[in-house]
Each structure stands twice: as C-alpha cells, then as structure tokens.
C-alpha cells in the first residue's frame, strides 16, 4: 500500500496505473488537499505501484492523435479538399424528429461528407437503427457524439440515468465515479457511439450561476479535478473519448451563454489559481477532448465581444501551447447565442479554426461555413495545409476507436444490454454514498420501529405518493399525504388538520422537474405551511434537489434531521428511506458552501 503527499504525481500515476500497464495487485491510493479551505480525502482502487522507466506516455489516445498512421494517411488520400474541411464537423441528429429530420442530416452527410453527429433526445432502439442507416450513407465512417453528463439515459428514454456531477461531488469514493464512467462508455459503445462531451470540469464557486450549478462537481478544486479525472479514466478505459469543459472554466459567471455572452472580468491570476487547476490535471492525465466555451475574458484577450472559443490567444496560446495539450479542442455548440450575437454563421466557423480548434460542433449552416471556410483558404487567412492536418487529427481519433474495423450495431438484446443489473448496482452505490446528512437533533435519524407508532410521511412539491414514502413504508409503520404546486386552501387547512395528530413529521422536498433547480418553485402558501410544521412539530427533512434550495425555507434549521439527497432519482430516494430507517449510514458531505450555516465539507 502506497501514499502519495503529492496530489498531481498521484493523478499521473492513476492514469499509468489504470491503463493496464502494470500488474493486477489491490492497493489504495490517497490524495492529500490542499489545507485551506479543507477538501476531503480521496481513496481509489487502483493496482500494484512500480513505474518502469519505459513509460513515457500517460495516455495512448493522445499520442495516438499524431503517430503516422497507415489507415488515416489513405482515408485522407480519398477526401477532396472541401472533403477535409466538412471532416471537422459534428452536426446534430435526434432520433424522435422522424423522417423530414432524417433526411437532412443524409443530406448533409451524403453531399459535404461532414465528420461525425451528435445525438440528443430520442430512444435507444430508434437511435441505433438510425446510426446503421447514416453510417451506411457516409463515405468515412462517423464520429457519433452525445452530450451526455449523466449518461445516455439524460437524453433518451428507455435507458439508464446516473446521477448528475453534484451529487457525485458528495461521494468520498472516487473509484465508484471511475466505475460509472467505465458504465457509461460501454453503453455509449453498445450504442455504436463514439465521443462523449463530458466530464464538467468547472468549478460552481458562484450559487447563481445559471448554466453550471448542479453540473459541476462543487466549488472546491481539488475535489472538481479528482472526480472529473476518475470520470475521465472510467470512460476512456473503455475506448470512449472524454472531453472535458468548459475551457476555461465557466463556473463563475451569472449569464447562461445559450442566450447571451457571459463576460469573466479576471486574469490569470485567479484563473490560475482556482479553474484552470482541475484542466492542468486532466491534461497531464491524458483526456481526449477539451471543450471551449463561449465567453469574454477581456484580461486575456481584449478583442470586443470575442467569444474564448474564437480568441487565439485563449485556444491555441493558453491551451494548446502553454498547458500542451495535444488532444482534440471542440468549439461548444456553434449555433449558441453567446456567439451568434456576435458572429455570422460562417464567419464564426473560420474565426473558430483560425483561433486553433479542431472540431466545429452543431453549426447554424454546414454550407454557410464551408463556403466561408473556402474563402478564407483563398484570401490566405487560413491555410489548406492546417485543415488537412486537423482532418487526420480527426481520423486518429476515429482509429483510435476503432471506426476502422466499422461493424453496424446489432439491435438483438440492445434494450437488455443497456439496463444491467450491474448498472442499477452502480447507481445504488453512487446513491447511498452520497446521502449527506446536516442535522440529527436528539438522534431522530434513525426512526424506531414500533408496532403502534405510526410516522407521518409528506411529499411537499409532488402531486401523488413518492418512491421515497413506499420504500420507508416497509421499514416502518407510515401514513402519506401529499403537498402538490399550486395546492388550494381547503386542501392545506385539511392537510394541517390531518397533520395535528402526529407529533413528529418526515418531510421529502421535491423540486419541479427530474433534474434539480435552483427553486423548489413552491407557493408562498406551501413554504408558510412547511415553515409551520418546522417551527411546530419535531421534523425529519429530506431535499432531494439542488443543495442551492436548501435557502428557500427559511425555518430549515429548526429541523431536527436534515439529509441532502441532491436529486429525485429513484435510487436516490430508496437510499434516503435506508438511511432513515436506519439500515445504512451516512457517507457524504456538502460538495458546495449553500450559506453561513451549510457549508462545504459539511456532513455528520
């Protein structure tokens, strides 16, 4: 068993170790925190520590990206010059738009040869017989990307969920966020799929950040760069291409950039100090993919309204050069507003290339930008011989995936191959070692069993009985009422009626959508009534939302239990009846400072 003090040489050394380079032996590795503020111990399982001095290299994709290769040198060979410059396009494709939308995107693989597709919401089945269908219609076979944080599950039904980075960022054990990675990129593989844009790599230091919030890991760094690199790991093992964002890092900032230009008015000092850290150490571990996002950053470059991912400066200078990094760079999605306020389709495609990415993804117009593209070679503010050497870039990555011994999907068993039960399991664990609990007054956690003592169980903000209340009804005796949105009076002055009787109330707060929010979006009629209960009655409160909404009840620290469960999943409620029922314990602590009285690190 080894211990390594020094945090980036332990991230170096877990990638070499989970690359299959050295033996199979079980050991931990611990990561020692930075001390101020305190960040959590991380333990991976990982394999025998011995580094041979033949290594040179933390990762064979991105060395793969620029070796000379035989099956790209004559795929290239085979492309026109227009061919090379549509290679470095993923355009977008939904497999529930049906048959007008299928055949725009055969268009515009058919007639500009574009490299790859990104796949958002539709179902597995349909996806997978459509991926057959426009593969068989290119001429180099596609790079299929999702944009899937949370798994495929996060775009189509009919598949597997896991849970979103903050409440991953609760969990103390690393090695089961590279255990979901590795889950998620053998579903992507089932599916015929390719590149995921995931992990988040940012770190959500402001609360009333619009786009990020619960897609990032919390606000600690050290935490942000372990986890992300333990995602990134989990995936690439498996020989699906991680692609961290959002260079440079888009977690303090209050303008969501899918509708405006989000401005961060710091220099490298902060940047250096605080977001470029968790992109430094997944470089240096060898992911695939980084994502540019769409903001100003005038102390980097003072261009106005210029866009990162159209700063050179920022792309090729930050990090290409200076971070060295050598893996694909991927403009967020071109059809955003935070860059078409700004940029005209086509203008914005070279300007991107000029600025030194690789991959232009979901475009506003695939003939606008290769139009303008073209001029640009012939004006010479673009060099043929730089798409060319972007264009085997691009087929590296797609022979590193092995898109050179192409195979159609096979639909039999697709649906039993997506939902294992090795992936419930992964999520029951991901579930339980995330509950975090903040309060337990006079040890109300857990609840007593007794044959006549009857606990009464509320789902404030749902519109019928929840999971969380079946599953605590079989540990206890419990009656169920519902508080939904939009409740009217007479049906409060009976829930409180009813309510009276019991001297001890389990509350489950639920936001308004699967994925959590930034409000519980309750009436000041049901915050009054939830406030009431708090201040009367020795209450248990379970959240499953946004850590962030802890701040909406104002009573919230009146109560006596008090678990964090971040989201509504169903394993995530199972895992909270568990825990108050006092059949598991529990493990996580705040991933993010929600006010002065929960802060990060919190969690008894």
């Known amino acids: 068993m080894c211990f390594f003090k020094n945090y980036a040489a332990t991230l170096r050394l877990f990638c070499f170790l989970l690359l299959g380079i050295m033996p199979l032996a079980s050991t931990l590795l611990s990561s020692c925190r930075e001390k101020d503020p305190p960040a959590r111990k991380v333990v991976f399982k990982a394999r025998e520590v011995e580094i041979a ?15 000379k290769n035989r099956w790209v040198d004559s ?3 085979r492309l026109s010059p227009d061919e090379r410059i549509a290679q470095l396009m993923i355009v977008e494709a939904f497999s529930n738009k049906g048959p007008e939308h299928e055949e725009d995107v055969i268009h515009l693989i058919k007639k500009y040869k574009v490299g790859g597709l990104i796949f958002f919401q539709g179902g597995p089945v349909r996806q997978a017989k459509l991926t057959n269908k426009f593969q068989a219609a290119s001429k180099v076979p596609l790079l299929i990307s999702m944009d899937a944080e949370s798994g495929i599950g996060m775009r189509m039904d009919s598949a597997v969920q896991y849970p979103l980075p903050m409440l991953l960022g609760a969990i103390n054990n690393d090695s089961l966020i590279y255990r979901m990675g590795a889950e998620i990129a053998l579903e992507f593989k089932r599916l015929g799929m390719h590149l995921n844009f ?5 770190i959500n230091n402001n609360p009333a950040n619009p786009i990020i919030g619960y897609r990032a890991f919390g606000e600690n760094k050290t935490d942000v760069a372990s986890k992300s690199l333990a995602y990134m790991l989990g995936m690439q093992s498996e020989g699906i291409i991680a692609t961290a964002k959002h260079f440079p890092g888009h ?3 209050n303008v969501d950039s899918h509708y405006d230009l989000p401005v961060i008015p710091y220099g490298r000092d902060r940047l250096d100090s605080l977001e470029l850290y968790p992109f430094r150490e997944i470089i240096k571990a060898g992911v695939g993919g980084i994502m540019v996002a769409h903001m100003h950053l005038p102390k980097l470059d003072s261009t106005s309204n210029l866009p ?3 700063s050179r400066p920022i792309v090729t200078d930050l990090l290409k050069k200076e971070l060295k990094f050598g893996g694909l760079v991927v403009t967020d999605a071109m059809v955003m507003k935070g860059l078409t306020k700004f940029f005209k389709p086509g203008e914005a495609e070279v300007r991107a290339l000029l600025a030194g990415n690789d991959v232009l ?3 506003v117009s695939v003939p606008k930008a290769i139009a303008a593209i073209k001029l640009a070679i012939r004006r010479k503010r673009l060099s043929q011989l730089d798409i060319d050497r972007r264009c085997k870039k691009i087929l590296a990555a797609k022979y590193w995936v092995g898109l050179n011994k192409y195979r159609p999907i096979v639909l ?3 649906y039993a191959n997506l939902t294992t039960s090795r992936a419930y399991e992964t999520n029951r664990r991901l579930a339980e070692g995330s509950l975090t609990m903040l309060h337990n007054q006079r040890h109300i956690i857990p609840l007593p069993r007794k044959k006549r003592v009857k606990y009464a169980v509320l789902a404030v903000g749902a519109s019928r009985p929840t999971f969380f209340q079946k599953k605590l009804g079989e540990f206890v005796l419990v009656e169920n009422f519902v508080l939904p949105r939009r409740s009217d009076k007479k049906a409060r002055l009976a829930l409180r009626r009813k309510l009276k009787k019991y001297k001890q109330v389990v509350i489950g707060l639920y936001g308004p959508s699967i994925r959590p929010s930034n409000t519980l979006l309750l009436a000041k009629e049901e915050l009054d009534l939830v406030n009431e209960l708090l201040d009367q009655k020795k209450c248990l409160v379970v959240l499953f939302d946004n850590a962030y909404t802890l701040t909406k009840i104002n009573e919230i620290r009146k109560a006596d239990g008090l678990i964090v469960g971040y989201q509504q999943l169903l394993p995530v409620q199972e895992a909270a009846a568990k825990l108050v029922a006092g059949r598991i314990s529990a493990n996580g602590k705040l991933p993010v400072t929600v006010n002065e009285y929960f802060k990060y690190g919190d969690g008894l």
């Open 53 to 67: 001095d033949t290594i040179k290299y933390p990762n064979a994709l991105i060395t793969s990206l620029h070796r």
């Open 251 to 253: 977690g303090d900032t």
């Open 412 to 414: 039999d068993s697709l």
């Open 75 to 77: 795929v290239f060979r």
């Open 308 to 310: 990162s991912t159209l």
């Open 198 to 202: 995931a992990p988040v790599v940012d």
């Open 361 to 363: 993804e979901r475009l």
